[in-house]
Each structure stands twice: as C-alpha cells, then as structure tokens.
C-alpha cells in the first residue's frame, strides 16, 4: 500500500492542474507563430487546435522569437484563424518500436500505412538521439555480406560501417537497393525512402524488395508531396527504429533513400526559422544534422550495429556538389554508380575505380587485397587506354599491361554485373575473381 500511495502521490505532483494555452498570432510560409504556451521548449511537441471543430494539428517548436514560439506544422493548416488554441503535447517527437514493426510499412510517426492493422510496439523512442559515446564504440572487424558480387569482393563492407550510395537519376539506385536488402547478411533491415514520388513506393515494394524482403524488414515513408518537417522526422524515425534493434544486440542495415532530400527537407526548415542561406542555398544546420544523423550508425561494444547505406542524389552527375562533398567526409566509404556503365546494359552499374571502402584493407586478407589490386589495376589501364582502343589505333603487344587486361576484360565485366534475383556468396565470388586473375 506504501509504495501505491507513493506512486499516487508522484502522479499528483506532476499532473496539470492549471491548463497552459498559447494562441496563433501569426502564419507566414511555413511557419506559425504563436503566444505562449509557456514552460514549452526546443524540440517540444504542441497542437494547434482549429476552430470550429476541423481537428488539430501536431506542431514541432522550432524556435522562439520576440516572446513568441515559432511552429513547424506536421499537416495542412487550411482553415487556420488567428487565436487558434495552441496546448503542449507533453512531450517530444518520439516513435513506437518494437518486433511488430518487422514488415510492416509505416509513416514518419511509425503509424500503418499498409493494411495490416495496427502496430505492435513495446516502447518509444525519441527520433532526436545521441550518437554512441566514442570510447564506448567496438572496432568494425567482421565483414558484412551484401551478396552483391562487385561490392563483396571489391569494396568489402564490416558490420558499423558507414557508406553513401552516389547516383543520378535512372542508374539503378532503387535495383541495387533492393539487392542489398533481400540479399545483405543482417538481422533487420530498416528502409527510410524520403521524398519519393507517390508511385515509386509501391514499386519498391514489389518490385525491388519483395515478400522476402520485407518480412525482416521496416519500411518508414514520407513521400515528396508531405511538409518538409514530415520528410525530415521520417528519416530520423528510421535511424530510432534502427537504434531500438541495435541495442537489443541485432545487426541492422539502415537504408535511407535519400540523404539528399533529407537536406532539402532541412534546408526548408532552416530558411523557414530565419536561417542564412550558405552554399546552393543551404543552411548551416543541414550539415550538422547530416553529420549527427551519420554518426549514429556504428557499433557498441555491448553489443549489435547499424550499417548505414545512404544514398545521395547527384545533380548532373556532379559528385562535388555540397551534400555530396560533406557526406563523402564523414561516411567510411562511397558506391559511384556511373550512368556509362548503365547506358551500357551494365548493372548494377557500379564504378569500381571511382568507388572506395576505407576499411576494406582493414577487414580483407592479404590474398583477398592483392586480388583487389589486381583487378583495379586491369580495370584502370583499360580505362586509361579507352579512346585509343575505340579509335582501333592501338596494336597489340605494344602494351603487355593492355594485352594482359583485355584478355581480362570480358571475364571481369561478366563477374561485375549480377542478375537481380540472384544472391553471390563471397567466397565463391573471390574464388571466381582469383580465377580470372590468375591468383591476383
């Protein structure tokens, strides 16, 4: 009975006895301007109450100006008045988690989007999370299989690594991606598609990932036409979701497609607050955020990982474009797909000479590296030797290295292109590249 009353007593002391309401004052853009609630923060949680009964609206505070709170909408606003009720939600942006997400398709606030009822959560999980302290991170030394012949045995990958996916338009990002999740040796797989076009879900869904795929899976979506805040909350409800299985000890690979217009949805926030606009127009929280966001990916030594694959989208095939350039300086590694090789048939249109996995030295044997060596060798004298070859002015025996690489140049552009539904071993995928190589 003590520790009842107790409970009881603590219940008392923290409950609302006066209520606390803040009023609309102002709507520009995307932001709303309220005054009060009081005793409301950064990051809290606030409904805007519409008048005359057409529902409420979740909103973020995303700043506070002049006495005034600055809100970020999660809906529409049509029909917003001045002195629309604005009340504390209680408490920040957190999502459910738990096992009964494991194949289910959800949105930003991990409710269904599919048809198979509710979600099954054990806990929340605030999306806004810490990274994993740096003493308390594990080495990254046991190799992931991605059974993806190009990257296994070229761009060997560890459990905790990080890497980004650099594509255009039309190379086969979304083919590759769904590659990795029905194929990659992980517990579970979490997939944050940000500001895909409406139709484009439902063809990943069936198309590049599958019933096999999605059985192990969660699928966290938030397409182009929903406010950038939504954008925005869905990937960082990806990474949460991902982090709830890691601490249960799983291996996790964390696919956020893409990382891009992630930063977009961020740049919209940060303009929306008052933000100066820097390089392409982007704030300076973008690459704060992006850098946050990656750096929650690793390893613990208690135990379980995220592996984290994020793509970035290239204008123009320019892979020096900002969000590129600071992804590339955080991640530990990048995939550069190459619209040659896909114009050509090649899939998945890897680019092996412009790609790099800065642990794959670490993590591959020293037979399997002098096998690397080799093959990247073959490939760059073939690429250097490119229009001389098309031009047919080159003799052979002029080169011995040329000779030698294009006797080798139909093996291994066979042994870098793979069907979709078919999944490679590593092992047999390196016994395959030491044959053709002759032992490297």
Known sequence: ??????????????????????????????????????GVGLGDLCRIELAQGRGQVLAEVAGLAHERLQL?????????????????????????????????????????????????????????????????RSRIDAVMETGVRAIDSMLTIGYGQRLSIMAGSGVGKSTLLGMLVRNCAADVVVVGLIGERGREVLEFLEE???????????????????????????????????EHFRDQGRSVLLIVD???????????VGLAIGEPATSRGYTPSVFSELAGMLERCGTRKEGGSITGLFTVLVEGDDIHDPVADSVRGIVDGHIVLSRELANAGHFPAIDVLGSVSRLSSTLASED?????????????????????????????GGNPELDQALERKAGLEAFLQQDTQERSERETALARLSALLGGG
């Open 258 to 268: 893409s990382l891009t217009r992630y930063a977009m949805a961020r740049r919209e």
């Open 368 to 396: 399997e590296r002098r096998l690397m060596k080799s093959c990247r060798k073959a490939l760059s004298v073939l690429a250097a030797s490119k229009d001389l070859l098309e031009l047919g002015a080159y003799r052979a």
């Open 208 to 242: 590049n990932l599958g019933e096999a795929g999605l059985a192990r899976a969660v699928v966290v979506v938030a397409t182009a036409d929903e406010p950038a805040l939504v954008r925005e909350a869905a990937a960082l409800s990806a990474v949460s979701v991902a």
């Open 72 to 136: 970020l909408p999660y809906g529409s606003l049509d029909g917003l008045m001045l002195g629309d009720r604005v009340v504390p939600a209680g408490h920040g942006f957190s999502v459910p988690v738990g096992d009964g997400l494991l194949g289910r398709v959800v949105d930003a606030f991990c409710r269904p989007l599919d048809d198979k009822g509710p979600v099954a959560a054990v806990s929340r999980r605030p999306v806004r999370g810490a990274p994993i302290p740096a003493l308390r």
């Open 1 to 38: 009975m003590t520790a009842r009353f107790e409970r009881l007593r603590e219940t008392i002391r923290g409950a609302e006895l006066v209520e606390r309401v803040g009023h609309v004052s102002r709507k520009a853009g995307l932001l709303v301007e309220s005054r009060g609630p009081s």
